[in-house]
């Protein structure tokens, strides 16, 4: 399959002028660029996901409680309009 898709690229960039056979080649690169920034990234989020880097964060216990602030302030807005 993918070899007839390479045939049928090379037999239309042999019967198209030279700047659009560059047109393709540089299209060609952005999707080659594009894909391998794919591959990293989920390389990447895949070593993350593995590893044991953060797991001290769930160790942690709670240092603070609602009972320990001593005073609580309620959404207010500072809204300013400007002039």
């Known amino acids: 399959m993918k070899e007839a898709?390479?045939?049928?690229?090379v037999n239309a960039l042999n019967i198209l002028?030279?700047?659009?056979?560059?047109e393709i080649a540089?299209?060609?690169e952005f999707v080659l660029k594009?894909?391998?920034e794919q591959v990293l990234q989920k390389g990447i989020?895949?070593?993350?996901?593995?590893?044991?880097?953060?797991?001290f964060?769930?160790?942690?216990?709670?240092l603070y409680t609602v009972?320990?602030?001593k005073q609580k302030f309620n959404s207010?807005?500072?809204y300013r309009p400007f002039r």
């Open 34 to 36: 594009k894909y391998e």
């Open 45 to 55: 989020e895949k070593l993350q996901s593995e590893s044991n880097s953060f797991n």
């Open 17 to 22: 002028p030279q700047d659009k056979a560059e």
């Open 57 to 62: 964060l769930n160790e942690d216990e709670e």
């Open 76 to 78: 207010i807005s500072f």
């Open 67 to 69: 009972a320990d602030i």
């Open 5 to 9: 898709i390479i045939k049928k690229t």
């Open 26 to 28: 540089d299209f060609a």
